[in-house]
């Protein structure tokens, strides 16, 4: 090795330099890697380890020697995140400028709870959102809007503009985004169609918080993932808007809140998707309207490619739910049930929840052995796995901690 060429170097730095947490950057998602995907629009609510466990592998590296150090300065924004109390927060367009700018960034979040820092932090970052694909890296974008607001209008208007041209050589135009995730829009509305012509290359988009969503066409030729989060009182506002939206590459498919017939879903939009959705996610709020207590009767024939359905603990505790009528041929591809928590549950009693969710599906279960069921609370990065719902009464098979499942 102490002859390999200084690229071949850079490389090895930059490999331990990245973070076990987003596979974006290297390969589609997966079944089993989808859980890792719907928790990554609020990990910045739940946990900044990930952040701080990189931060410390760069200071560790720069220790090696003059060169490695120099080489992971020239790296410093590789993973970049701007809070209320950043010092960066005071940089405004023209000290950017006058430093030439900040180095290269593939992973840029931004984390807003005051009102008045809303437009200078997405001014700023706005800079990094417009570089040309030639000189940017920058792969994935989270904005989260805490208790800031931004008034009523949109705030991809600061970000990118409000520029409507449908030119992809277009400053405004970004091809190099794979993912982005915007939380915490609770008084703020959100433009689809705007987000189709500004980021083309797409492949997973969070949308988590919405309350006034347009009715405005999304067109993504790229997309693979999609999460969507909307006030239970506007979902008929977003099922009219998902009858114009066109997202060919749809493989995996979150719902928060859904709260409408699965059958007026799958007719406006899931079906033309359905044979190639390998994950489905459908969640519900107490309270509110509880779907899928039974599944539509051509369920499973449409829907050949799905490996993973996922469903709230409140559809499956329902006192309505006896296991499901319709089943999976044994043929079926279908290998995982996911059923996860909203409820405010302490640590020391999750496990307790946990045995006590596994018995009662386990109870109603229709399907052929060898599903597994994965159970997880939705605001923690932690899973049980067991291999079999109708296997050992004791769950002795249980697995926690699972963050990536393993492939069959």
């Known amino acids: 090795m102490e002859r390999a060429s200084v690229?071949?170097?850079?490389?090895?730095?930059?490999?331990?330099m990245e973070t076990n947490d987003w596979p974006i950057f290297t390969t589609s998602c997966t079944p089993y890697t989808f859980l890792g995907f719907t928790y990554l629009h609020n990990w910045l609510e739940r946990d900044k380890g990930p952040y701080l466990d990189y931060l410390a592998q760069r200071r560790r590296l720069r220790l090696v020697c003059r060169a490695w150090n120099e080489f992971v300065l020239l790296t410093s924004h590789r993973w970049l995140l701007l809070e209320d109390h950043s010092p960066m927060c005071k940089l405004d367009s023209t000290t950017i400028r006058a430093k030439g700018?900040?180095?290269?960034?593939?992973?840029?979040?931004?984390?807003i709870f005051q009102n008045e820092l809303v437009t200078p932090i997405l001014t700023w970052a706005s800079h990094i959102l417009k570089r040309p694909a030639s000189q940017s890296p920058l792969r994935s974008y989270i904005l989260y809007l805490g208790n800031a607001h931004t008034m009523g209008y949109n705030p991809l208007?600061?970000?990118?503009?409000?520029?409507?041209t449908q030119d992809p050589a277009c400053t405004n135009t970004n091809t190099?985004?794979?993912l982005l995730s915007i939380s915490g829009l609770s008084n703020n509305s959100i433009s689809f169609s705007q987000i189709s012509r500004t980021f083309t290359g797409l492949r997973s988009l969070f949308l988590s918080g919405l309350t006034a969503v347009p009715q405005q066409p999304l067109t993504l030729a790229h997309l693979e993932v999609l999460y969507v989060q909307v006030m239970w009182e506007k979902w008929e506002d977003l099922q009219r808007s998902f009858e114009t939206w066109h997202?060919?590459?749809?493989?995996?498919?979150?719902?928060?809140?859904?709260r409408t017939q699965l059958t007026d879903l799958i007719?406006?939009?899931?079906?033309?998707?359905?044979?190639?959705i390998?994950?489905?996610?459908?969640?519900?709020?107490k309270g509110y309207y509880l779907p899928c207590l039974d599944l539509p009767s051509g369920f499973w024939a449409q829907f050949t490619a799905l490996r993973l359905l996922g469903?709230?603990?409140?559809?499956?505790?329902?006192?309505?739910?006896?296991?499901?009528?319709?089943?999976?041929p044994p043929t079926h591809p279908c290998r995982y049930l996911l059923c996860h928590f909203y409820c405010p549950v302490e640590s020391a009693e999750l496990d307790r929840a946990v045995e006590w969710v596994v018995n009662y599906i386990r109870a109603r279960w229709t399907w052929d052995d060898g599903v597994k069921l994965v159970v997880g609370h939705v605001y923690a990065d932690q899973f049980y796995v067991v291999k079999n719902i109708r296997g050992d009464p004791s769950i002795a098979n249980m697995e926690r901690n699972v963050r990536v499942l393993p492939e069959l």
Not at 101 to 111: A, C, D, Q, R
Not at 267 to 276: N, T
């Open 157 to 164: 208007d600061l970000l990118v503009g409000t520029t409507t």
């Open 247 to 258: 997202t060919p590459a749809l493989r995996h498919v979150r719902l928060s809140h859904f």
């Open 176 to 178: 190099t985004l794979r």
């Open 7 to 16: 690229e071949v170097w850079q490389q090895i730095l930059l490999k331990v």
């Open 311 to 328: 469903l709230s603990v409140l559809t499956l505790q329902n006192t309505e739910w006896s296991g499901w009528s319709v089943v999976p």
């Open 101 to 111: 700018g900040v180095g290269p960034t593939e992973i840029l979040s931004t984390e």
């Open 267 to 276: 007719d406006c939009f899931l079906g033309r998707y359905a044979h190639q």
């Open 278 to 285: 390998e994950s489905l996610v459908l969640s519900a709020v």
